[in-house]
């Protein structure tokens, strides 16, 4: 059995194995984990500790209804942020890497990251070091949420952003050190470039390999799922050799290693009178501004996004709000070998402890990790009561501002409120 430094594995419960995991992740059909399989997870920073509770809660209910109380998740809490140095000293120990690399699938809350200074983001390091290739983040109307769209509806976007390299890979020189001086007069010296002395610097990388693995899971996920076209989002008029790279290297995988599957804009307009042929799914690209004014006025056009960095931490939020907001919004970070499922929203340290926030978005996190097991049965069980439930006005203070004759429930309340409506 594996050791840690100050946690203990849960007696009960088995791992859930490499290849189970690694074909799900890959094509999302649902492999079978076991039926106690032990899962780690981060309570989170801030709101997290109120968040997480009511999503285990919740979890736990539905696994029980769906499968007459023979599958159970046997949870492992592991550490990183604030609970961490309290518990070792340092933000995110070597403990929690260890955990989740061996049991290949966790959940984890929102995590504070200091602006400007302080310790490195432990989001960025917990992708990085598990190699949690892409941000996979579906965004989906769910009825009843208050939305400043006239047709919140039209949304049903997944997006696939590239999660460890861009400006986002942290490589970056302070203003006014040795390191960044360095840098500018290798510049200069090398390549006639002037930079203003006074200069900070960030280096922006993106790899062949990174980029075609990415969009390689995002074809897969279209085509395993059914859906109708994938989206390149880049900045590649100028950012030529890094954005314009990443959509030339996205169309080579297309064409390449999918091209039974997938048919372009330039194909359908040549030999198909602008239709898609049956069973067909389009690739097409489009520039980065240019996408945030059309998911905005045809957001019914788009279907899967895949995206370098950058791009997708904006258009995630940006598409997040038209249905709603962040706090409805889950997010996955999923690798080759490991995943984590977390919210799209920040830890709110101001309403940490108070038991206001709305754990949607971690609860449909959870809901992507039972799919991503292929317990599909209680994921639908939970999509069904939260949905119920908002549709019937019984939501946390941050919806109940918005609504008209809502009740504001606070998010254990919210909890129990799924929980009493989940029904085979
Ligand atoms: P934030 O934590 O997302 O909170 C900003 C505002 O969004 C809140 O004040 C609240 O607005 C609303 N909100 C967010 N989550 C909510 C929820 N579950 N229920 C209800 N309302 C919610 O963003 P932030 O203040 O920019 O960031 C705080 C910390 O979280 C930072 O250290 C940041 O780095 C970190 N963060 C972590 C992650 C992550 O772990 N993946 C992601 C993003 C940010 P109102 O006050 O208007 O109600």
Known sequence: MIKFDKIEVPTEGKKIEPT?????????????????PIIPFIEG???????????????????????????KIVWFEVYAGEKAYQKYDEWLPEDTLKAVRH?????????ITPVGGGYRSLNVTLRQELDLYACVRPVKYITGVPSPMKHPEKV?????????????????????????????????DNFALNIAEDSGIGVKPISVKNTKRLVRMAIQYAIENKRRSITIVHKGNIMKFTEGAFRDW???????????????????????????????????????????????????????????????DYLSDACAAQVGGIGMAPGANIGDHAAIF????????????????????????AVMMLEYLGWKEAA?????????TIMQKFVTYDLERLMEGATKLKTSEFASAIISRLTN
């Open 103 to 111: 049991f290949i699938v966790a959940l984890k809350g929102p995590l």
């Open 20 to 36: 189970d995991a690694v074909a799900s992740v890959a094509k999302q059909s649902g492999t079978s984990a076991p039926d106690t």
């Open 250 to 312: 996205g169309y080579e995988v297309a064409t390449e290693e999918f091209s039974d599957y997938i048919i372009t804009e330039e194909e359908i307009q040549a030999k198909y009178n602008g239709d898609i042929p049956k069973g067909k799914i389009l690739i097409n690209d489009r520039i980065a501004d240019s996408m945030f004014q059309q998911i905005l006025l045809r957001a019914d056009e788009y279907d899967i996004i895949a995206t370098p960095n950058l791009n997708g």
């Open 156 to 188: 049903d976007i997944v997006i696939f952003r590239e999660n460890t390299e861009d400006v986002y890979a942290g490589i970056e020189w302070a203003q006014g050190t040795p390191e960044v001086k360095k840098v500018i007069d290798f510049l200069k």
């Open 342 to 365: 977390e919210p799209t929203g920040g830890a709110a340290p101001k309403y940490a402890n108070l038991d206001v926030a709305n754990p949607s978005s971690l609860i449909l996190s």
């Open 45 to 71: 920073d801030g709101i997290g500790r109120d968040t997480m509770k009511a999503t285990r809660r919740v979890v736990d209910a539905a696994v029980n209804n769906a499968y007459d109380g023979k599958r």
């Open 380 to 388: 639908g069980l939970i999509q069904k009561a939260l949905a119920d």
